[in-house]
């Protein structure tokens, strides 16, 4: 028996990375999964592949594109779930974007406007779709991935506010969902993924931008795999 047998999980951006390696890992623990990515891919992962991965493997999965950043398009995505099994349980907000960098003083508007919409505004869309659900059953777990970006980052403002905003959503959901069985956490992650440039980290600290402890972090970095026992466990019963 797995940690999360009978419980349906929606998650986010489970094409690649991280998010395939969450949506997995609560496969094999007994979660029916809806997965998500904005379109198909030809090459490198998308939800159709994810689902297809955990369906040969025995498990139950249901795939769906769409950009959750809008609101009917999160909506639908709840829906899914609700279709294919009934009920939603488990929400991980993992989808994001590609995020432009950029000096305060240089941002284009639609860079920041892009990055808050892509990470903040998708995960508030999916939490308001899913979380009606999970107060009507009395039990949900909502997971909000985050980064250190919001306390130590450099030439990302965008960045840096959107992981910002995702940690004090997750406060006041916990507070305002927690009386109906619902927990709501946010987590930082640091895994190698396609996005992971290990170079530049190197640059930054012969620069004197980050620590030592930070590059060393940085040097040792995982695969998503690692990731996501974790995960899988803060949407667990325990």
Not at 72 to 89: E, H, P, Q, S
Request: charged fraction near 20%; include cysteine.
């Amino acid at each position: 028996m797995g940690i999360l047998d009978g419980r349906v999980a929606i998650v986010t951006g489970s094409g690649m990375g991280i998010g395939r390696a969450i949506a997995l890992d609560m496969a094999r623990q007994g979660a029916a999964i809806v997965t998500n990515n904005r379109m198909p891919r030809d090459s490198g992962g998308d939800a159709r592949s994810t689902a297809a991965e955990i369906q040969a493997a025995g498990g139950r999965a249901a795939a769906f594109f769409g950009d959750v950043a809008d609101f009917d398009t999160a909506r639908k995505l709840v829906a899914t779930a609700i279709d294919n099994f009934g009920r939603v349980d488990i929400l991980v907000n993992n989808a994001g974007g590609e995020d432009k960098r950029g000096l305060p003083w240089e941002m284009a508007l639609e860079d920041w406007e892009r990055t808050i919409r892509s990470h903040l505004t998708a995960a508030f869309n999916c939490i308001r779709h899913a979380s009606g659900h999970m107060k009507t059953q009395g039990w949900g777990r909502i997971l909000n991935t985050t980064s250190r970006a919001w306390v130590e980052t450099t030439e990302q403002p965008n960045y840096a506010a959107a992981m910002a905003g995702l940690v004090g959503l997750t406060r006041d959901v916990a507070r305002d969902a927690g009386r109906h069985g619902i927990t709501c956490n946010a987590y930082s992650p640091l895994a190698k993924t396609r996005r992971t440039n290990i170079p530049k980290q190197e640059a930054a600290f012969k620069a004197g931008v980050i620590s030592q402890a930070m590059w060393e972090m940085y040097a040792k970095i995982q695969p998503p795999e690692a990731c996501a026992p974790f995960a899988t466990f803060l949407c667990s019963e325990d």
